[in-house]
């Protein structure tokens, strides 16, 4: 049976790292527990347009992404399966 709680615990110690996906560059935000996935934020564009309270855009912001970290029957897990690159900090 998987180890959740350790999978977990080993995931968070990736949030404020850097991971290179599909040659763009995110900072690990969030984990979410119940897949196990990370949430992740574009460092280097901005180019989702936010609108404020009323409806109207103002400014762009970073794009943020899901992805589905897959964890075996042994309680591992593989980011590079996924396609993300942990870079040095």
Same mark, same amino acid.
């Given at each position: ?10 995931l968070?110690?990736?949030?404020? !790292?850097?991971?290179?996906? *599909?040659? &763009? =560059?995110y900072? @690990? ?9 990370? +949430? ?19 400014? !762009?912001?970073?794009?943020? *992404?899901t &992805? =589905?970290?897959? @964890? ?9 399966? +996924? ?7």
């Open positions: 049976m998987i180890d959740k709680i350790n999978v977990i615990q080993t968070r110690q990736h949030i404020g !790292r850097n991971v290179r996906h *599909k040659n &763009i =560059i900072e @690990v935000i969030e984990v979410l527990e119940d897949v196990p996935a990370l +949430v992740l934020q574009d460092c280097e564009h901005h180019t989702k347009i936010q609108a404020d309270q009323h409806g109207e855009a103002h400014r !762009r912001v970073p794009e943020t *992404k &992805i =589905i970290i897959p @964890v075996d029957n042994d309680g591992r897990y593989d980011i590079t399966a +996924v396609g993300l690159e942990l870079l040095s900090s």
